[in-house]
Structure formats: C-alpha cells, structure tokens
C-alpha cells in the first residue's frame, strides 16, 4: 500500500513557476513508475508527465513538452513537477500516481493516487 500527499499548488500569474511534490509512504518507492495527471474543470482527466523507476526515462504531454518537468528522489520518496512558463490552460487539480513497475499515459495503469492539489494560473 503506498500514500500519496501532494503539496505545493496555488495561485500564479502566467508565465510564472510553480513546483509541486508528491511524498509517498512506504518503503518500495523505487518499485513504482509515478505520473502527474490533472483535471480541468468539465474536463476529463489528462496526462501531463511520467518517470520510471529510477528517474532514467520521462515522458510528456505535448502540451507541456518544454515547460514542465518531471523528477524524483528516491531517498526521500519524492516525485516533483516543475512547472515552468505556465499558462490559464494549466488551472488543474494536479494529481500524482504510482504504478507497480509502469510509466506511461495510461492512468488505469496506476494503482495509487492522491488528494490532488489545486493549480490556478491567472491571466
């Protein structure tokens, strides 16, 4: 069983930063590939990005290829997202999840989630 708890969302103009974390529980963190995903208002969720294992492979949607950044610690059991140049199309609720030996855009893969954490970017 792994906790997710997301922190580090709020309010900010456009083009600003922001960086997110996820800290997760447990002791097998390094087994779990982690992604970011959001949920727009009357939106589907979507993909933004994924990491393996051992933080050696990412991948992005295109619509935050460039600006946004996936990384992990695994000493300290920690996924990050760095959002970069960010956009009013970014305002989310941005949730992160662990999948037993995947990563990838496929969200029915995973097996954990958090609470989520809201992203506002004013225009």
């Known amino acids: 069983q792994v906790q997710l708890v997301e922190s580090g969302g709020g309010l900010v103009q456009a083009g600003g930063s922001l960086r997110l974390s996820c800290a997760a529980s447990?002791?097998?963190?390094?087994?779990?590939?982690m992604g970011w995903f959001r949920q727009a208002p009357g939106k589907e969720r979507e993909f933004v990005a994924t990491?393996?294992?051992?933080?050696?492979?990412?991948r992005y949607a295109d619509s935050v290829k460039g600006r946004f950044v996936i990384a992990r610690d695994n000493a300290k059991n920690t996924v990050y997202l760095q959002m970069n140049s960010l956009k009013p199309g970014d305002t989310a609720v941005y949730y992160c999840?662990?999948?037993?030996?995947?990563?990838?855009?496929?969200?029915?893969?995973?097996?954990?989630w958090g609470q989520g954490t809201q992203v506002t970017v004013s225009s």
């Open positions: 999840a662990a999948a037993t030996y995947y990563s990838g855009g496929d969200d029915g893969r995973y097996d954990y």
């Open positions: 447990g002791r097998t963190f390094e087994r779990y590939g």
């Open positions: 990491i393996n294992w051992n933080g050696d492979s990412t």
